[in-house]
């Protein structure tokens, strides 16, 4: 263990309560004992047998009433769209050719996929070590981790599943047949990199279930699932890891309820063994605690990462509908908050169904049953307004093939939510400022005065406190950054959570909060607001908040920042202040959308974009006592660059203003966006 890797080790314990170390503790233990469960790879899969006192009594067929058999009737098929449908069978096509997108790349060998190499680094990660010894955070050791995962959640055999579903190819069948039995062969119990982490495991089983449910008209599903003891034993496997060990404390975000999700609809869906009520019992259990938990009561998630409050929505809704498809619905509790979620969605993206972008996101869904061109949000709404009495000011989109199978599951649900589309959330510190429509093309305004992340790690935030994000007709122009990577690029990771990567500011070239790793966070700034001002129709048209973030400075710093939207003038102010006595350098960044071009003209910068056939204008009024210069695309240090989707990266733009904080006590700094007709 080299210094760096010791330094973090006590950092990431600093950050744990008595009883999260000694539930680590014993959990290392457990991992450490598991190692005899290890089988290897050399041992032929068809040695793999379980214990015929794990099974049922009743053969899978006559399990329960509603089983995976009688979910695909032809009625439920033909309510999908011909568009949603033609759209899945073109996307199985592609697959079919050898090619799929994933995480920025395309991967081109999907007739027989080599499941643990990552094509962008060349590694491949390891296959037949121990999995609690494999270093997946290394990427010497494995590639970049995520692009290994991300095909193993077989996101496109669902995709294929349905495509079979839907027209009765057998070519698509047959295909997701040879990728089950490959990965089912080449991974066996705690073997290699596929095994060491939970969330995985759960998204796998949730992936598994639909892709049986779909190819259930085909005549060689049972032979591949329910009479074939290699499927048996991993279902088994992935359902017994699940159970046995599960993200607590500190690390119970997203990941805690991905692992409940996958034991919970694995239990119920293939009811195969003796375990498999207790199992889908305490998987119910935990969802619905830790949902509660990772969810302020407006229904925005709080891991201030608006990526994962739809991958966290997305996974409840789909967990729910199998509870319901069971006959043993989850509680009503439960789908009330769904309906929050799905109502902060509805409420909060722009006029081109795009969703706030702060935080971490990588992309994770829960199921994949559209083609990955579907938009995420447009069909996470069109979720909800298949599973919920929507008010009419939510935004209306048309039924994909998820939301039409999961509704003829679920059924419809009453809800109960505001009368018209909300604009600020108190408690997740998040604030929308919109022009009228009565005023032309919409500008969005996201504000940010919200906690800086989820649990003591705050794993998924960014240093973002006091952050704007500004579009224009939905085209990002004062742009959040997004995320680019996790694991392996050290640089990279750090500028895209920085500070100075988002349009706020920067003090003695510190972040308000202070990294210790690329998932923690040693200090988090703590962000209040101050005051908000409506129009008479309750939309926010002013709001002003402030962060503690540089207090740890000598002399301390207090940032306070002002926006301001006049709707009928097409212009937004900022207004930053310092409070301080002593000289500290600042930054002041705007950066803008990849779309935007930027030209530095006197004090101001003329921003132009194109829209159709159009031209946009724009003017960015900067304020005096700061030295202003562009940035676009710089590697040493990083500065001027914007991930559209987790795994890609792209040069954009940044303004950036420098100076020195004055001894006066307060420094006052005027910026005005003026969009011109």
């Known amino acids: 263990m080299n210094s760096v890797e010791l330094e973090w080790r006590l950092l990431r314990l600093s950050k744990m309560s008595a009883s999260e170390v000694r539930w680590r503790i014993s959990d290392h233990v457990r991992r450490k004992r598991w190692a005899s469960q290890q089988i ?175 190819l259930d008209g085909w005549a060689g599903a049972a032979e591949l699932f329910e009479r074939n003891e290699v499927a048996c034993a991993q279902i088994w496997w992935h359902q017994h890891y699940l159970a046995s060990f599960r993200s607590r404390g500190s690390s119970a975000n997203n990941h805690v309820i991905a692992e409940a999700v996958g034991l919970l609809v694995g239990a ?112 996470l709404l069109a979720i909800g307004e298949a599973l919920f009495d929507s008010p009419g000011w939510w935004p209306r989109v048309g039924p994909t093939v998820m939301s039409t199978l999961l509704a003829s599951m679920a059924g419809r649900h009453p809800a109960v939510g505001p009368s018209r589309r909300p604009s600020h959330y108190d408690d997740a510190g998040l604030t929308l400022l919109r022009s009228s429509p009565s005023d032309g ?52 990771r750090s500028y895209f959570r920085s500070t100075l990567a988002h349009n706020t500011m920067e003090v003695g070239g510190n972040d308000q909060s202070t990294q210790g790793g690329p998932f923690l966070w040693t200090r988090q700034a703590r962000s209040r607001l101050i005051e908000l001002e409506s129009a008479a129709g309750g939309e926010v048209v002013a709001w002003s908040a402030e962060h503690d973030g540089y207090r740890s400075l000598t002399p301390p710093v207090h940032h306070r920042r002002s926006v301001r939207l006049a709707s009928r003038l097409r212009k937004l102010e900022i207004i930053d202040r310092l409070e301080t006595t002593g000289g500290h350098g600042l930054r002041l960044a705007f950066h803008l959308g990849p779309d935007i071009d930027a030209r530095m003209i006197g004090q101001n910068t003329e921003l ?27 590697t040493d240090p990083v500065l001027g660059w914007y991930s559209p989707h987790f795994g890609a990266k792209q040069p954009a733009w940044a303004v950036i203003g420098q100076g020195t904080c004055t001894r006066t006590g307060l420094d006052t700094y005027t910026t005005a966006l003026q969009f011109h007709a």
């Not at 966290?312 to 069971?326: C, D, H, K, N, R």
Request: charged fraction near 25%; proline fraction near 5%.
């Open 40 to 214: 290897a790879p050399e041992f032929s899969p068809q040695s793999w047998t379980l214990d015929p006192s794990t099974r049922h009594e009743a053969p899978w067929d006559s399990a329960r009433d509603g089983s995976l058999r009688t979910f695909a009737s032809e009625e439920m098929l033909q309510a999908v769209p011909d568009d949603a449908r033609r759209s899945v069978i073109e996307a199985a096509d592609e697959i079919l050719a050898g090619q799929w997108q994933l995480l920025g790349s395309v991967r081109r060998d999907m007739e027989d996929p080599d499941w643990f190499f990552d094509p962008v680094t060349g590694r491949r990660a390891p296959q037949v070590d121990y999995c609690f010894k494999v270093d997946h955070r290394s990427e010497d050791i494995t590639g970049n981790v995520k692009r290994i995962w991300e095909l193993s959640r077989m996101h496109h055999l669902t995709v294929l599943a349905a495509a079979f579903s839907l027209s009765g190819d057998e070519r698509y069948a047959t295909r997701a047949a040879s990728h089950l039995r490959s990965w089912w062969a080449q991974n066996p119990f705690l073997s290699g990199v596929h095994w060491t982490s939970g969330i995985e495991a759960g998204l796998r089983l949730v992936s598994w279930v639909w892709v049986r449910r779909l």
């Open 268 to 379: 119920l869906a293939f009811d195969l063994f003796v375990e498999s009520p207790r199992w889908a019992e305490e998987a119910a259990q935990v969802l619905e605690h830790e949902l509660k938990s990772n969810t302020f009561p407006s229904g925005v998630n709080r891991e201030m990462a608006f990526d994962y409050h739809g991958f966290v929505a997305e996974l409840a809704v789909v967990a729910a509908a199998e509870a319901s498809w069971a006959g043993r619905p989850l509680s009503r509790d439960l789908w009330a908050q769904l309906y929050r979620m799905f109502d902060v969605v509805a409420a909060t993206v722009d006029a081109k169904l795009r969703a706030p972008r702060h935080g971490d996101g990588d992309n994770g869904r829960a199921l994949v049953l559209d083609p990955p061109t579907t938009e995420r949000w447009e069909g």
């Open 441 to 492: 093309e919409e500008i969005w305004c996201r504000c940010d005065a919200g906690p800086h992340g989820f649990l003591s790690i705050a794993a998924h935030a960014h240093a973002d406190a006091l952050a704007v994000e500004v579009r224009y007709d939905g085209v990002d122009v004062l742009a959040d950054p997004g995320t680019y990577c996790y694991h392996g690029e050290p640089r990279w």
């Open 608 to 634: 132009s974009w194109r829209d159709g056939a159009s031209t946009r204008n724009a003017t960015l009024f900067l304020p005096d006592g700061l030295s202003w210069s562009l940035h676009r695309g710089e």
